[in-house]
């Protein structure tokens, strides 16, 4: 007999002998096993049987708590946020000093921010998250997960001083975390604290080379700060790492724009554009260029006609770009009236 109705029929027989209405000590005992057995029909993957145990476990006694937190994770993992907050709020209010239920309420608030259409939902839910996780940071002060959330909420609200503080918590707590370290680099980033947002990007590259996207953040804080040269490589090593991702060319284009390589700087977003036909951005640049090479050559009317093309393209994908329409305009021979 599998363990599975084994268990089954236990709780039928128990609860046909006695039922739920039991006095209190009897009551928490059955209700326990309830929840022992609906954790192992989670386990199983049969949700829709561990929820009915749930539930009967908490008719037998409504104050158990890690009854409660389990349907929440069970509605969690099913992406019923709305259902998950319900059942984790009732966790914490029945055991208001356990950790993992507050933790599982602030993780719940996240995704449903992050998930919210409206801005005003987006902070309402943003700020329950930080609510939830300050009750479970005093809890367990020493949780990293718990800290390096509450920073990543602070900072999405744009409180970047309640941001670093935390995220500084959760980088004594494991200093080898690569996020921890990332996380503040894009804090100081956001504050315009370029050199401090440097070195916290390195101290993550260093736990961790292989992090496009950290690359990315390094080399365009170089660029914020004019140091072309030094950006170049990181987004050489960006691109090398995720070869598919049109945005280290993107933006090497722009740097061999800036150190006024233009052929490099065409090759690069001419790779950008194969990977990603409709990178408003890239045809752009790549129009920047070829105009530019048109203006400093002057008679190459084929160099001209590239870079209208290129931002025409720009345009037919991203319309909104005022100034580059001026630009067409400048630039189109008084001739020619292209259709854009």
């Not at 315009?192 to 993550?204: P, T």
């Not at 992090?211 to 960006?238: D, V």
Request: one cysteine or more; a neutral charge.
């Amino acid at each position: 007999m599998s363990a599975r109705k084994l268990f089954a029929i236990l709780s039928l027989s128990v609860a046909f002998a006695a039922g739920c209405n039991l006095p209190r000590s009897a009551g928490e005992a059955m209700a326990f096993d309830h929840y022992a057995i609906g954790q192992v029909l989670a386990e199983s993957g049969d949700m829709d049987a561990a929820l009915a145990e749930l539930l009967e476990a908490i008719r037998c006694d409504p104050e158990l708590s890690v009854a409660h937190a389990a349907i929440g994770d069970i509605h969690r993992k099913r992406g019923s946020h709305r259902l998950a907050v319900g059942a984790y709020q009732n966790a914490c209010r029945v055991n208001p000093y356990a950790f993992r239920p507050h933790y599982n309420l602030g993780v719940t608030y996240q995704a449903l921010a992050q998930a919210a259409q409206a801005v005003e939902a987006y902070t309402t839910y943003l700020k329950e998250a930080v609510n939830v996780y300050l009750r479970a940071v005093i809890i367990r002060e020493d949780d990293f997960d718990a800290n390096l959330n509450l920073s990543a909420c602070y900072f999405q609200l744009g409180k970047y001083d309640m941001a670093e503080e935390y995220c500084t918590v959760a980088i004594a707590l494991n200093p080898k975390s690569p996020q921890a370290h990332s996380n503040l680099g894009i804090i100081y980033d956001s504050q315009n604290r370029l050199y401090k947002a440097i070195r916290a990007y390195k101290d993550s590259l260093e736990i961790d080379t292989n992090q496009p996207k950290i690359l990315l953040n390094l080399g365009s804080t170089y660029m914020r700060q004019g140091l072309c040269k030094a950006a170049l490589s990181p987004f050489r090593l960006a691109a090398k790492q995720d070869p598919k991702d049109p945005a280290p060319f993107r933006q090497l284009g722009e740097c061999y724009y800036r150190l006024k390589q233009y052929e490099k700087a065409v090759e690069s977003y001419q790779q950008a554009i194969s990977l990603d036909p409709r990178d408003a951005s890239a045809l752009r640049g790549l129009g920047t260029v070829h105009i530019t090479q048109y203006v400093l050559a002057r008679d190459n009317g084929q160099l001209r006609d590239l870079g209208l093309a290129a931002w025409r393209r720009s345009l037919e994908i991203e319309p909104e770009q005022q100034d580059l329409i001026k630009l067409v305009a400048k630039y189109t021979p008084k001739d020619i009236n292209p259709e854009l």
